[in-house]
Nanobody, 113 residues
Framework: VQLQASGGGLVQPGGSLRLSCAVS????????MGWYRQAPGKQREFLAQ???????NYASSVEGRFTISRDNAKNTVYLQMNSLKPEDTAVYYC????????WGQGTLVTVSS
């Protein structure tokens, strides 16, 4: 399984971004897809996950602002991020749970005026 995250960039506070995670390889073996982030000097933090039956779960810090979704035809998982705050600045990673845990390479999101 290979994961390719994209969509990061610079956005002003209050703005929105949509991150994408393109999945390739043994896609059918994946049970759960998730998004995490890691800010400078901090540990990697769980944000959201989506299961094969489209059940979702969110961290309290992003619930109501971030939405995880999937497009099975495109083998892509998205993270729609709204009402972004400076404290959302981090490198964002997607992961996939299969026979093992896989990570994408990360995409940088900077929220600043």
């Amino acid at each position: 399984v290979q994961l390719q995250a994209s969509g990061g960039g610079l956005v002003q506070p209050g703005g929105s971004l949509r991150l994408s995670c393109a999945v390739s390889g043994y896609v059918s073996t994946i049970n759960v897809m998730g998004w995490y982030r890691q800010a400078p000097g901090k540990q990697r933090e769980f944000l959201a996950q989506i299961t094969n039956d489209d059940s979702t779960n969110y961290a309290s810090s992003v619930e109501g602002r971030f939405t995880i979704s999937r497009d099975n035809a495109k083998n892509t998982v998205y993270l729609q991020m709204n009402s972004l705050k400076p404290e959302d600045t981090a490198v964002y990673y997607c992961n996939a749970v299969s026979v093992r845990l896989y990570w994408g390479q990360g995409t940088l999101v900077t929220v600043s005026s």
